[in-house]
């Protein structure tokens, strides 16, 4: 029973840390992909108060838990410290992050390394990017829309009703 896991500490809970600005394709896929992995993913947003926002962090939000809403065990949360803080704070176990690559890989490796020493054991699990989505990031999609190119195709698509 879900609700006793929860309760006896046994739910595993993941996080999905990212700046999402914007979640493209590439990000939706490995979101999926890590759903049969965990009891609960949460798409978490991370933060950073220096920075401005083309979009109020509310709102982008706001626009993936609407496109996340059929999916029950995906949630979304914004944060603004360390990473596993907010991981403990709201009990996740499990970092998850995309790996496009080797440039990816080095960046990303003594994060782990130093959020399973810091976050006393919480693992990040990496998923390796399909490669029809290794050239897809969310740096890249800005500056073709900046520069007037079409991004749509790079973009999660809302469902037909809405
Ligand atoms: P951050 O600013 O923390 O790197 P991003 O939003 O750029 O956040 O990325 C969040 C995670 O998604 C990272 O682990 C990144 O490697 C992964 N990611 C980004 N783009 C892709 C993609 N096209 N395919 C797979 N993983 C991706």
Known sequence: MLWLSYFRGMMKIAIFPGSFNPLTIGHQDILQRALPLFDKVIL?????????????????QADL??????????????????????????????????LRN??????EQPIAQMNYLI??????????AQPQYTHISSSLVREIKQLGGKVESFLPRTTATE
């Open 102 to 107: 080797t440039k990816d890989f080095e960046f």
């Open 119 to 128: 976050g006393a054991g919480i693992e990040t699990i990496f998923l390796s």
């Open 44 to 60: 978490a947003i991370g933060v950073n108060p220096n920075k401005t926002y083309e979009y109020p962090i509310e709102q982008r």
């Open 65 to 98: 838990e609407n496109l996340f809403k059929n999916e029950p065990k995906i949630s979304t949360a914004t944060y603004e410290k360390l990473t596993v803080d907010f991981c403990k704070k709201i009990n996740a176990t499990f970092i998850i992050r995309g």
